[in-house]
């Protein structure tokens, strides 16, 4: 089993930042992939970026340039830095892991966290 904590989210002004963190314990070594995905009210759970063990990266269209995420040493905690936020990256951010490469369907991620919450306002 692995165990995922996120922390960071808050209210910013649009054009602000925030960084988010994810820290694992348990079971990291059988982690191949971590990620983060967001669901806003009424909307499907988006995938916005993963990291591999490798070091390999993907980033949703919506947020590639804006968003960068790392991980400093292994996968005991990843981290998603958000830069010029919109009004529209309002959601819930939830960190998942799973054992294998990523996957933009949220049901096939064996991990996941209970989330924090980032809000832009305009």
């Known amino acids: 089993q692995v165990q995922l904590v996120e922390s960071g989210g808050g209210l910013v002004q649009a054009g602000g930042s925030l960084r988010l963190s994810c820290a694992a314990s348990g079971s990291i070594f059988s982690i191949i992939t971590m990620g983060w995905f967001r669901q806003a009210p009424g909307k499907e759970r988006e995938l916005v970026a993963t990291i591999t063990r490798g070091g390999g990266t993907y980033y949703a269209s919506s947020v590639k340039e804006r968003f960068a995420i790392s991980r400093p040493n292994g996968m005991n905690i990843i981290y998603l830095q958000m830069n010029s936020l919109k009004p529209e990256d309002t959601a819930m951010y939830y960190c998942?892991?799973?054992?294998?490469?990523?996957?933009?369907?949220?049901?096939?991620?064996?991990?996941r966290g209970q989330g924090t919450q980032v809000t832009v306002s305009s």
């Open positions: 998942a892991a799973r054992g294998g490469a990523y996957t933009t369907t949220p049901g096939l991620w064996d991990f």
